[in-house]
């Protein structure tokens, strides 16, 4: 396997190649760029498996790759380098775009590169990479991409119903579409969604979406009848905040 680096920063190739050396022994060899331009040049030069990419560098960001590349040379796997805010990160996560944080840490360079050879060929990074530039280009996040057997799908958040928890995965049911199975736990969304207003947690295994609430059942202790004809438990701890909050919509 081949990795090729873009970084203008030589300490910064330099730390990121001892790490992918010492911890990525799947990687056989290493390339490097300095510029965006000469990065794509060796792209079509080299066939790189993973590019590890940095976002801000002078002329061209790392996010105007697409603009350089034809769509029939996006046969590798993208890594972001990158030392943006959390605002930034959330974009990343939203659009099932991998990225190292500066600054790299070795089990982060492992984690990364192992996710991205089990994804080479089935990846659909320019699909990912379209909804990643739309995510930073405005402060209002609407879609989410979600990785599941078949590639990734990107979900307007409206259209999602509810997730469900289902061990280190989570059911996603969205609107008009059959359930997907995405291989991240609750938790992640649960954190991804926080300033999401219309999800709410009643229940450990459970994020609805406000609005596609259909009825509150008291009997039984107490459950939520969505849209979808799904019920969701509500907690003993949670139900005063949920009566609440339903009573506000």
């Known amino acids: 396997m081949k990795a090729l680096i873009i970084d203008d920063e030589k300490k910064a190739r330099q730390v990121l190649r001892i790490l992918i050396e010492e911890n990525c022994s799947k990687i056989t060899e290493i390339v490097e760029a300095d510029n965006l331009l000469s990065g794509v040049e060796l792209i079509k030069l080299e ?45 990343f996560q939203l659009s099932a775009i991998d990225y190292l944080l500066k600054p790299v840490r070795p089990n982060q360079v492992k984690e990364a590169v192992d996710k991205a050879l089990s994804q080479i060929g089935n990846s659909q990074i320019s699909l990912k990479l379209e909804e990643l530039k739309k995510s930073l280009q405005s402060k209002n996040f609407k879609k989410i991409g979600l990785p599941y057997a078949d590639g990734i799908k990107f979900v307007n958040f409206e259209d999602i ?89």
């Open 161 to 249: 119903i509810m997730l469900e928890a289902d061990s280190m995965y989570t059911k996603v049911y969205i609107k008009n579409t059959k359930v997907i199975l995405v291989s991240k736990p609750l938790r992640f969304f649960r954190d991804l969604f926080s300033s999401a207003t219309t999800f709410y947690k009643p229940h450990r295994s459970f994020l609805i979406n406000l609005i596609y609430i259909k009825e509150y059942i008291k009997k039984d202790g107490g459950y939520i009848l969505m849209e979808n004809d799904r019920t969701v438990s509500v907690s003993r701890d949670k139900k005063e905040e949920f009566l609440m909050i339903v009573q506000n919509i």
């Open 47 to 91: 066939s790189p498996d993973i590019v590890f990419l940095d976002i801000e560098m002078p002329e061209h960001s790392g996010l105007e790759i697409l603009n350089f590349i034809d769509k029939e040379v996006h046969n590798f796997e993208i890594i972001f380098t990158t030392a943006y805010s959390d605002y930034a990160i959330q974009a």
